[in-house]
């Protein structure tokens, strides 16, 4: 199978901090907390894109866990939330051993990757080097070193994008919308497992290195796994924008240009509170959002095995911004 494409011109943003934007060059103020802030605002996020099929836990610990804040450079992500809001006090109490999460789906989400084929044999996370050689084969590409059974995110219950409210004006069908929609929240799964299993080469087939907050990074490259509740990850609420001019000066000026032509806002609800688990046994839990929040992402569908559809992010941003997201996006 060709290889997966590269993540394109979206790394290697350094951190600045931001008002809680996945997208913008140029620094931000503010202070994003991540899951719990999230959940709390009952976020949406916007997610832009053209169809490109290019190919391309934690247990709970006893000991206390401190609570802190993100700040959120520039280009980052909040996974799917990434908005600056207080986090309030009550969610300190469940930061150690839960976090605000959705209620499992009765279905999962469209275009799930095949049960069979080469990892079939494959029932729980495994070393790549023990599974069937053409199933290695098949994840080599992502640069990983664990693989999921081909079924994991139905076993994470991932669920299906809400109804999409299609505001393009016909540019795209209804169908097109829920797929892309769905296709985000199957991302959000993926990355889900991949900070869950230490895999941070998958999480650039995701989305871009400049959309991975960088204290996440660095905890990933201390061996560190890292903990996301779905209210971190999927929204209760989205909608379907095209991508104006004006749209496209306001990710450049962030520094996340993109030649992406449609947006999905999403609602996130909170609180909301991910954790770091390290393997001296340290848990570090951060605020993600304390309340209801609007979260934009601009990327493109992009489908191929061992994924299936995923949401291929390159620009974001969030309805807290000060320097003025798009009112259509925000306004609804």
């Known amino acids: 199978m060709p290889p997966p494409p590269s993540p394109g011109p979206r790394g290697g943003l350094e951190a600045q901090p931001w008002t809680g934007r996945r997208s913008g060059a140029s620094p931000r103020s503010g202070t994003v907390e991540r899951v719990a802030d999230r959940a709390a605002k009952g976020h949406a996020f916007v997610l832009s894109g053209k169809v490109t099929p290019n190919p391309r836990l934690m247990s709970t610990l006893s000991v206390p866990c401190p609570l802190r804040r993100r700040t959120i450079g520039r280009g980052e992500v909040v996974r799917r939330l990434g908005v600056a809001m207080a986090l309030g006090l009550g969610v300190l109490g469940t930061a150690c051993g839960s976090s605000s999460a959705v209620a499992p789906p009765t279905r999962s989400a469209t275009a799930s990757a095949t049960p069979g084929g080469p990892c079939a044999s494959v029932h729980v996370t495994t070393p790549i080097e023990d599974v069937p050689p053409a199933c290695a084969a098949l994840w080599a590409p992502y640069q990983v070193t664990k693989v999921p059974p081909p079924d994991i995110l139905q ?108 947006v999905v806002v999403g609602d996130y609800p909170g609180p909301c509170t991910e954790s770091f688990h390290y393997p001296d046994g340290r848990v570090t839990s951060v605020q993600v959002s304390s309340q209801p929040t609007r979260v934009f992402i601009a990327g493109r569908l992009v489908s191929a095995a061992p994924l299936g559809d995923i949401w291929l992010g390159d620009a974001s941003g969030n309805c807290a911004d000060p320097t003025g997201p798009p009112a259509a996006w925000c306004g609804r």
């Open 155 to 262: 076993q994470e219950h991932v669920p299906p994008a809400p109804p999409v409210r299609n505001m393009t004006n016909g540019a795209v069908s209804d169908a097109d919308a829920q797929r892309w929609a769905d296709a985000s929240n199957r991302d959000s799964g993926w990355y889900k497992w991949a900070e869950a299993n230490g895999q941070i080469g998958l999480l650039r087939h995701l989305v871009g290195d400049a959309l991975i907050p960088a204290d996440e990074q660095s905890a990933l490259a201390a061996d560190a796994t890292i903990e996301l509740p779905n209210c971190d990850l999927y929204p209760s609420d989205n909608a379907l924008f095209e991508v104006g001019a004006s749209d496209e000066g306001f990710f450049r000026e962030k520094g996340l240009p993109t030649d992406s032509s449609f």
